[in-house]
């Protein structure tokens, strides 16, 4: 058994566990209120990412505290490895933080256990007038507003061009590159590059499976929570993720294992020692920064002639329902979103901001990375894309599930077919369609 494998399971006892406690704390806990707090009160404030970020969010925190004298702002952060597991274990003993970062499915998932904060019930404290309307639809569940989005965010091919020239090898036009211009490329990359030196940093990832449909006119999930791909699409995903391995454009089966769950400073990409990689485009900086490269980023490959890329909240603040201080909890949300000194604090550390108020008060302040960002969502957002989903309860457990069986089609334990059928089968009993 994998140690993702172990960490699945390990996450889903503690999420069983945390959704049976909170139907046994519901009828004894106070109920959240919108009352404004007149003593001093502390909150604790959960995210995950590396030292920058830290840095950076603890700057806006004593801005915030020195606003707001009477809320005293705990920080709890740590690597996007153990975030969730942790905060499944945190809510199972009725501790969940009163802000809580998250990202992707989960803002649903926990909203459906009952675990979040209807952000109506703090309206007066919690100002989303100004959001992007696209990004208040992202954080919305069944109709309601659970997450307030921290920034705009789209899949990238992040590419050094220094890796490039090293190589003899042109950058691509992507405006019309194909997945097997892709793949030839990264393959041309490895073949002219010092050992170690990868076309790509990795295969493809969940979140390109999501894109790998779309490109089809077919999508992750539905409107009403069901799949919406098929086999072959699963299938030609396996294949060419495994066709990355085999060929060496990207690292071996053990090489990408070895790198699941490391920093942004030591991915391939991060140290120099990739062409290409498939990933965010708010990633861009930190990336940049790793690596002392100039680096830029591409739309991606097979955009033409259906686009399969889209505009994502980068990451979403939450509130607990079990918070005892949500008046307080809100106003530190809306003071991270609204604040024009938060805003330059934090500039797109979480995404290109989804309040143009604040896009304007950062753009001067910007690296260049930073505009290189902003300007991709601009010429993202200008695209005709598809509608996107959040996924159902129970989607969480998929991208585990595509990453696992991702790792034995390179290991060659499964065959791209085999594989297909499994994810199927396992991703339709998560969501329990």
Same mark, same amino acid.
């Given at each position: 058994?994998?140690? @993702?494998?172990?960490?699945?399971?390990?996450? $889903?006892?503690?999420?069983?566990?945390?959704?049976?406690?909170? =139907?046994?704390?519901?009828?004894?806990?106070?109920?959240?209120?919108?009352?404004?707090?007149?003593?001093?009160?502390?909150?604790? %404030? $959960?995210?995950?990412?590396?030292?920058? @970020?830290?840095?950076?969010?603890?700057?806006?925190?004593?801005?915030?505290?020195?606003? /707001?004298?009477?809320?005293?702002?705990?920080?709890?952060?740590?690597?996007?490895?153990?975030?969730?597991?942790?905060?499944?274990?945190?809510?199972?003993?009725?501790?969940?933080?009163?802000?809580?970062?998250?990202?992707?499915?989960?803002?649903?998932?926990?909203?459906?256990?009952?675990?979040?904060?209807?952000?109506?019930?703090?309206?007066?404290?919690?100002?989303? $007038?100004?959001?992007?309307?696209?990004?208040?639809?992202?954080?919305?569940?069944?109709?309601?507003?659970?997450?307030?989005?921290?920034?705009?965010?789209?899949?990238?091919?992040?590419?050094?061009?220094?890796? %490039?020239?090293?190589?003899?090898?042109?950058?691509?036009?992507?405006?019309?590159?194909?997945?097997?211009? %892709?793949?030839?490329?990264?393959?041309? +990359?490895?073949?002219?590059?010092?050992?170690?030196?990868?076309?790509?940093?990795?295969?493809?990832?969940?979140? $390109?499976?999501?894109?790998?449909? @779309?490109?089809? =006119?077919?999508?992750?999930?539905?409107?009403?929570?069901?799949?919406?791909?098929?086999?072959?699409?699963?299938?030609?995903?396996?294949?060419?993720?495994?066709?990355?391995?085999?060929?060496?454009?990207?690292?071996?089966?053990?090489? *990408?294992? !070895?790198?699941? /769950?490391?920093?942004?400073?030591?991915?391939? #990409?991060? #140290?120099?020692?990739?062409?290409? #990689?498939?990933?965010?485009?708010?990633?861009?900086?930190?990336?940049?920064?790793?690596?002392?490269?100039?680096?830029?980023?591409?739309?991606?490959?097979?955009? *033409?002639?259906?686009? =399969?890329?889209?505009?994502?909240?980068?990451?979403?603040?939450? +509130?607990?329902?079990?918070?005892?201080?949500?008046?307080a909890a809100a106003k530190l949300v809306?003071?991270?979103?609204?604040?024009?000194?938060?805003?330059?604090?934090?500039?797109?550390?979480?995404?290109?901001?989804?309040?143009?108020? #604040?896009? *304007?008060?950062?753009?001067?302040?910007?690296?260049?990375?930073?505009?290189?960002?902003?300007?991709?969502?601009?010429?993202?957002?200008?695209?005709?894309?598809?509608?996107?989903?959040?996924?159902?309860?129970?989607?969480?457990?998929?991208? !585990?599930?595509?990453?696992?069986?991702?790792?034995?089609?390179?290991?060659? @334990?499964? *065959?791209?077919?085999?594989?297909?059928?499994?994810?199927?089968?396992?991703?339709?009993?998560?969501?329990?369609?």
């Open positions: 058994m994998t140690r @993702r494998s172990l960490r699945s399971i390990r996450k $889903s006892i503690a999420f069983v566990a945390a959704v049976g406690m909170l =139907g046994l704390t519901a009828a004894c806990s106070s109920p959240s209120s919108n009352q404004p707090e007149d003593g001093p009160v502390e909150i604790r %404030f $959960s995210w995950w990412g590396n030292a920058t @970020r830290a840095e950076l969010t603890n700057k806006a925190i004593k801005e915030f505290e020195a606003a /707001n004298p009477n809320i005293k702002v705990k920080p709890e952060y740590g690597d996007i490895g153990g975030y969730f597991d942790k905060l499944a274990t945190q809510v199972a003993a009725n501790d969940a933080p009163d802000v809580i970062t998250m990202g992707g499915a989960y803002p649903a998932e926990y909203a459906n256990r009952g675990a979040l904060l209807d952000l109506s019930k703090v309206d007066g404290s919690l100002d989303i $007038s100004k959001m992007d309307q696209g990004a208040l639809e992202n954080g919305q569940v069944q109709g309601k507003q659970y997450g307030v989005s921290t920034g705009a965010n789209a899949l990238a091919i992040v590419v050094n061009p220094a890796v %490039f020239q090293a190589a003899g090898v042109a950058l691509p036009d992507d405006s019309k590159w194909s997945w097997d211009d %892709f793949a030839k490329t990264a393959e041309d +990359i490895t073949a002219k590059s010092p050992k170690g030196t990868y076309g790509t940093a990795t295969v493809l990832t969940h979140d $390109s499976l999501d894109a790998f449909a @779309r490109q089809r =006119g077919k999508s992750l999930y539905t409107q009403d929570g069901q799949l919406g791909l098929d086999k072959e699409t699963v299938q030609d995903y396996f294949d060419f993720s495994l066709k990355l391995s085999e060929s060496g454009a990207a690292p071996s089966a053990s090489e *990408t294992v !070895e790198k699941l /769950n490391v920093s942004t400073e030591q991915t391939l #990409m991060g #140290m120099g020692q990739a062409g290409m #990689m498939l990933t965010w485009s708010n990633s861009l900086t930190a990336l940049s920064k790793a690596s002392g490269a100039e680096l830029k980023l591409l739309k991606l490959p097979g955009e *033409t002639p259906t686009p =399969g890329i889209w505009l994502q909240s980068s990451q979403f603040y939450t +509130i607990s329902a079990r918070s005892k201080h949500t008046d809306s003071f991270l979103v609204n604040n024009e000194a938060a805003a330059k604090i934090i500039q797109s550390d979480r995404g290109v901001p989804s309040n143009s108020g #604040m896009r *304007t008060a950062i753009q001067d302040l910007l690296t260049p990375q930073g505009k290189a960002e902003a300007a991709y969502i601009d010429q993202i957002g200008k695209m005709d894309f598809a509608p996107t989903f959040i996924g159902p309860t129970g989607s969480t457990a998929v991208s !585990e599930i595509t990453a696992r069986i991702n790792t034995e089609v390179l290991f060659k @334990r499964l *065959t791209p077919e085999k594989a297909a059928e499994q994810w199927l089968s396992e991703s339709k009993a998560a969501i329990g369609k």
